[in-house]
């Protein structure tokens, strides 16, 4: 197995419980893992030759004194990203199991450290366990005399899940000297036991607290929904209880529950206790049809911090009644069962703010490059009409806008329905399913075509006519093509206004779409009403058409861009697919042109609309499927740029070990990403302040759907990318958030910050 112990922390999708962890340990040095005899020293679960598992039966005594008590236990190392679970695996998985064998001695319970949370990707699993390494340790009293050598033997049963699970079993076995006096283990031994007992939750009474629970029902029958609520008191002043608050950033993963016969249990969420120093724990359960009779418990694991940062791990351990069915219960209905409305991250922001926000966004997207095609056909346009009559120029202003304001107005539409629908996007979600991309690059040749003259487009026919320059309805169409090419997009301003419409209700989601389209539409409108900036166009003549034609081969090299982008996730059989769609297309508008130039008036609404079903029958049709995903059993290799991809756990591990992160969410059909890896963070400067400040570098790529990457950006209040984070070691649940436009020196600046700090602190 190839081991890298001192930088592995694999496998963790609960970022939040990974920087408790940092919380905890960030000022353990980094060491190797104890040295045991012959014997003690196992692997199993092996894959591909490779073992994912090794233990080391541990003592903390080198020889024991007659009737002494020790502590005995398994150090678990695992291999990258893969884990073990706890005593409640969750809803799948199985515990992992310590069978000791010592004759003559008496091992009490599995002392647990407080487990990680794993959420699968599809969201829908839970589980609970360890990965990269844990001790499971026990108190063990041995009957002894002097002169006796105790055979101490464990047999370890475990399942180790990645992606897939691989049950495995080790033996292990070490003989112990019995002396007149007792001989401590050696100094990394004893460390271990040291670092993973203080990962042991402890009652409630040991850290000054009292619990209590309330339950929504007195009793809880087969077939009950209930809600309940475990109520923390910090009674003593002096004590470490003292402002309690959860220690992840997701608050539903402040309590691990025990397993509880026939309920299952979800937190969900946390509040303050309103009348004293405390923190109310809430959750929903579910009893199944099964008779139980008698009290169950209520436990788990509270994973909490006080108000300097210190974690604070509880045993809770609390009555749960039982009644049978059909028993009549009383109902409690009280504000303590619910949890806080959790503060969403852009609420911060006022909604006059958010709008202004949007409005400026949206007139800055205006720059970018996005729009930057369908603003010059526009402008073209404009230049045609701007010395004739000022009403019908007017007239395309207002339709540009119309276009823009309907096209955002369907966009806020979509999100309202996808999230009514139970299913969470960001800005420019769109661009991560190829049908839209092979959509979008049919619209955009289709236009290109039209500017090179191959046919015509206005209101004439209500498709098509020789008047294209009058045509409103094809100002109204070119504000939807400015809405879809824009959102690949990001701006300054914007992801703060789309990150606080989207947790928003959907009246304040259509209200912000909207008003970043009267940004983007602001600089023509502005054209438009202002006589003078119009005339400022040279006027019309030969070298229209020569724009005209550059216009359409700016519209091709977006295309190009797009199949890009398609390549990246549907490989070159999706790539030679989507060209052969957009060959017929264009051989389908070639026909169509040609019809029209037989028809006087230029009207073929019967060929328009026959091509069109063709072009819809065929995009419908297209088999495009992403390529399949790189073996998730494969190590997670580092980028070309020396990036490693996103992995919360990952980060947490290198915040551990005192290194600064540096994360960036990009997406490859973001040309704002693009433009500022291409410009900023591959310019030298970069590269010699990530290797002077030792700082880490991983990628989000968000350009398939993904939604650990989502719930991350949401988290900052962002709907989309670019998105960028430098973590500070000393402050790791607060990295510092970049603007969506990077300059070298911003960066550099943060990465001094960080890497000073990271520095001073070691």
């Known amino acids: 197995m190839k081991r890298v112990p001192d930088r592995r922390f694999p496998g ?31 692997s199993g679960a092996v894959q591909s030759g490779n073992a994912r598992v090794e233990a080391r039966l541990l003592v903390d005594q080198a020889a024991i004194a007659p009737g002494q008590s020790v502590r005995v236990g398994v150090l678990f190392e695992l291999d990258r990203d893969w884990h073990i679970y706890w005593r409640n695996p969750g809803q799948s998985g199985l515990p992992t199991r310590l069978d000791w064998k010592t004759p003559g001695a ?78 401590a283990a050696d100094p990394a031994t004893l460390k271990a036991f040291s670092e993973w007992d203080a990962r042991v939750p402890v009652p409630v009474e040991k850290h000054g607290l009292t619990a209590d629970a309330l339950y929504s029902q007195s009793a809880i029958r087969p077939d009950d929904r209930f809600r309940a609520a475990i109520s923390l008191v910090c009674e003593d002043d002096s004590a470490t209880c003292s402002g309690l608050r959860p220690a992840m950033r997701d608050s539903s993963e402040a309590f691990v529950p025990d397993r509880v016969e026939s309920i299952e249990l979800e937190v969900t969420g946390t509040r303050r206790h309103p009348f004293a120093d405390g923190l109310i724990l809430t959750l929903a359960g579910t009893a199944s049809s099964d008779e139980h009779p008698g009290e169950q418990r209520l436990a788990g694991v509270a994973v ?36 806080e409305t959790a503060p969403y991250h852009a609420a911060a922001v006022p909604l006059w703010q958010a709008f202004l926000l949007a409005l400026l966004g949206g007139l800055i997207l205006n720059l970018m490059p996005c729009v930057l095609p369908v603003l010059a056909i526009k402008v073209f346009g404009i230049a045609e009409r701007a010395h004739e009559d000022r009403r019908e120029v007017l007239s395309h202003g207002a339709a540009y806008t119309i276009g ?40 955009l040749l289709v236009f290109a075509l039209n500017l ?38 990001s701006a300054p301003f914007l992801g703060t206004a789309v990150g606080f419409a989207f947790a928003s209700s959907p009246p304040v989601i259509f209200s912000v779409f909207l008003a970043i389209g009267l940004g983007l539409a602001a600089p023509f409108v502005a054209i438009t009403l202002v006589p003078g900036w119009a005339r400022l166009i040279p006027k019309s003549g030969a070298w229209m058409l020569h724009l ?13 861009w797009l199949l890009w982008v ?62 399949a995903a790189p073996d998730a059993n494969a190590p997670a290799s580092a980028d070309a740029d020396g990036a490693r991809p996103f992995a919360p756990a990952a980060i947490a591990a290198e915040l551990a070990l005192g290194r600064p992160v540096f994360v960036y969410f ?46 991350e950006l949401a988290r900052f209040g962002r709907a989309g990318v670019p998105m960028y984070l430098v973590y500070d070691p000393r402050n790791p649940s607060q990295p510092k958030l970049l603007p969506e436009l990077l300059t070298v020196d911003l960066l550099i600046d943060a990465f001094r910050s960080a890497g000073t700090r990271a520095a001073n602190r070691s």
């Open 12 to 42: 963790i999708t609960g970022f939040a419980a990974v920087l408790w962890l940092i919380a905890a340990f960030a000022a353990l040095p980094v060491r190797a893992a104890p040295d045991v005899p012959e014997g003690a020293f196992g």
């Open 106 to 183: 008496r091992v009490g319970a599995i002392r647990w450290p407080a487990p990680h949370v794993f959420r699968e990707a599809d969201g829908f699993i839970t589980t609970y366990g360890y990965s990269d390494s844990v001790l499971l340790s026990s108190e063990a009293h041995f009957e002894a005399r002097a002169g006796e050598t105790l055979d101490l033997a464990v047999d370890v049963d475990f399942l180790v899940c990645k992606v897939q699970c691989i049950p495995g079993s080790i033996a292990l076995r070490r003989a112990l000297p019995v002396a007149e006096q007792a001989q």
């Open 304 to 339: 909490l911090e006080n108000s300097n940062g210190a974690p604070v791990l509880i045993e809770i351990d609390l009555a749960l009644p039982r009644a049978a069915a059909g028993t009549e219960v009383v109902a409690i209905d009280n504000p303590w069962l619910e949890p």
């Open 404 to 443: 823009i304001l309907v096209a955002m107005a369907v966009l806020a539409g979509v999100v309202v329905g996808l999230r009514a629908a139970g299913t969470a996007v960001g800005w420019g979600f769109q661009f991560q399913e190829p049908i839209f991309i092979a959509a979008i690059c049919g619209v």
């Open 452 to 489: 090179f003259g191959v046919f015509e487009i206005s209101a004439g026919t209500g498709l098509t006519s020789r008047n294209a320059a009058s045509g409103l309805r094809r100002s109204f169409f070119e504000g939807l093509l400015a809405v879809v090419v824009a959102t690949p997009c």
């Open 548 to 560: 005209r034609a550059g216009l359409g081969f700016a519209l091709l090299a977006t295309v190009v």
């Open 566 to 627: 398609a390549g990246r996730s549907l490989g070159s059989d999706g790539v030679i697919l989507l060209l052969g769609f957009l060959m017929l297309l264009g051989v389908a508008t070639w026909i169509f042109g040609a019809v029209q130039e037989t028809r006087e008036d230029g009207r073929a609404p019967g060929t328009a609309l026959l091509l069109s079903s063709f072009a819809l029958a065929a995009l419908a049709w297209l088999p495009l499927q992403p390529i």
């Open 666 to 711: 990009t997406a490859d059909w973001c040309l704002t990403c693009k433009v500022n890896e291409h410009v900023v963070l591959t310019d030298p400067r970069i590269a010699d302040e990530l290797q002077l400040h030792d700082i880490a570098t991983f990628k989000a790529d968000w350009t398939l759907r993904d939604e650990e990457i989502r719930r």
